[in-house]
T-cell receptor
Framework: DGGITQSPKYLFRKEGQNVTLSCEQN?????MYWYRQDPGQGLRLIYY???????QKGDIAEGYSVSREKKESFPLTVTSAQKNPTAFYLC?????????????FGDGTRLSIL | GDSVTQMEGPVTLSEEAFLTINCTYT??????LFWYVQYPGEGLQLLLK?????DKGSNKGFEATYRKETTSFHLEKGSVQVSDSAVYFC????????????FGTGTKLQVIP
């Protein structure tokens, strides 16, 4: 079955450490996204990518970085510059240029501070 | 910019009660509208969608109608079950640019036996 795989499910970060969250999809989607979810809030867009080797900042990109070297992979690095990284992170993908198509989501990674 | 407003939760209902979760939106152009459901510790799953005015999306007993005149997309179910307990998100996908998706803040539904 096609889908999105996020790993790890739980991740702990030490002070001053960078951590990388993995996101892999086998849906053959061009567009991929990273969202942050905090309790009682909706999803906030961190970064998105419409095509390989290209990505754009979302609404809350500070303290995060991404790469898109392969169509199926869109890893997110939470850098030490992100002072409040504790949250639930969701990766999504979709068909590009089709507004009537939904996003497909992975099961998320929960990041906590040690 | 685009926005989605959902009714505040949590919503607590008894099993077999009627459910309505209100959703209104503001957007330019002709967005597509979606309802997603999130179970604890999981990602979002598409529940239903509607892509033009007066379309009705439906799935698993849930329904929502795209009302352009009232800019609304309210979620309804005639008889809820305990297994429907989850957080429900209303979302729109814009018709221009990179088709940005805007989410509401989510409404938590708790169904008690």
């Amino acid at each position: 079955d096609g889908g999105i795989t996020q790993s790890p499910k739980y991740l702990f970060r030490k002070e001053g450490q960078n951590v990388t969250l993995s996101c892999e999809q086998n849906l053959n989607h061009d567009a991929m996204y990273w969202y942050r979810q905090d309790p009682g809030q909706g999803l906030r867009l961190i970064y998105y990518s419409q095509i390989v080797n290209d990505f754009q900042k979302g609404d809350i990109a500070e303290g995060y970085s991404v790469s898109r070297e392969k169509k199926e992979s869109f890893p997110l690095t939470v850098t030490s510059a992100q002072k409040n990284p504790t949250a639930f992170y969701l990766c999504a993908s979709s068909i590009r240029d089709r507004e009537n198509q939904p996003q497909h989501f992975g099961d998320g990674t929960r990041l906590s501070i040690l | 910019g685009d926005s989605v407003t959902q009714m505040e939760g949590p919503v607590t209902l008894s099993e077999e009660a009627f459910l309505t979760i209100n959703c209104t939106y503001t957007a330019t152009g002709y967005p597509s509208l979606f309802w997603y459901v999130q179970y604890p510790g999981e990602g979002l799953q598409l529940l239903l969608k509607a892509t033009k005015a007066d379309d009705k999306g439906s799935n698993k007993g849930f329904e929502a109608t795209y009302r352009k005149e009232t800019t609304s997309f309210h979620l309804e179910k005639g008889s809820v079950q305990v297994s429907d307990s989850a957080v429900y998100f209303c979302a729109l996908r814009a018709s221009g640019g990179y088709q940005k998706v805007t989410f509401g803040t989510g409404t938590k539904l708790q169904v008690i036996p």
